[in-house]
């Protein structure tokens, strides 16, 4: 049915943003597209990068330019717009931050009122980003984990619809179009690996489940791309249950690292992200705080690219990877960048 509403050749001529591929994405009605167009996010060359390392072909997906500053904007566009067209009025999150801030902005396009529970200590920008969208911010001692309690209970009390990560489909369907660009920016043959800084979750299961549609449409050629999960060493659950072949993470006591977006920890959805990179060949890797910090400075001095640190972790995942043979100097690897540097000042300091 699909294949018939639209075919590759079509895509050309489409919006330039996400919604390119709006078959393929639950919203019904087109007036519920709530969007500030985000997606398609360029794909950036790391030349000079790829010199050093001695590899030709590492490359950027580059959600660092994204409307609020990360890659969560795609999956509240997509869930903001389907509560919308459900009749939602209040929506909730727990957030280590971004989501908070793509959600305030959408709900505020969409005239509904959001209720955010991050950290006490999410990085500054990001809450203030919440606050100019108007939303309604609680600071919880303790982690995404205290907040999603309290999340939960409003959302058992139906005080709100919930849009934390994994507990709504709507926002792993967004991200799908993470995959889908992926795909149309390689022509439609997938880098060898795709390099990914994993929270949540999300981020891998859109991607997995994107290449799985497009596979079924016909869409594709050539082999899968294999997801590579990266953690840092403050907070790395799911990166150790792949290393030690479990299906669940044990819960990571006294998380932390400055990359907000990878402090969590027992991930929701963690057979999920398992599942998706097991299936696809890949692996997962633990960086220091160390490594992903001086990522970050290389990217930003070498290719004129700041990104946040959770994308810098996956540069800093490369020199691991080439040791342990899970890439190879001649493959197309891609890295994903799920935000601007520029809400993390003080991991400048
Ligand atoms: C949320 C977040 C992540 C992790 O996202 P998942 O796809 O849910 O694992 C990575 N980077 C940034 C900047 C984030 O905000």
Redesign the pocket.
Known sequence: MIGKATSKKALMSRVRSMWRYRELLPVNDDRNITTLGEGYTPVLKLNRIGLALGMKNVYVKDDGQIPTG???ARGMACAISKCKELGVRKVAVAT????GAAMSAYAAQAGMDAFIYMPRDTPTPIRLECEIYGAHISLVNGTIADAGRLVSEGMARKEWFELS?MKEPYRVEG?KTMGFEIAEQFEWTLPDAIIY????????VGMSKAFDELNKLGWLSGQSARLISVQTAGCAPVAKAIQEHKDHCEFWENAHTL????RVPKPYGDYLIIKAVNKSGGTSVIVSEDEMLNSMKTLARKEGIWI?P??AATLASIPHLLERSAIDRDERILLYN??SGILYPETLR
Do not use: Q, Y
């Open positions: 990360s890659f969560k280590a931050g971004n989501a990560t991200k800084p994993t929270g949540g979750g999300t981020g891998i990359a907000a977006g990878l946040c959770e994308g799920t935000g």
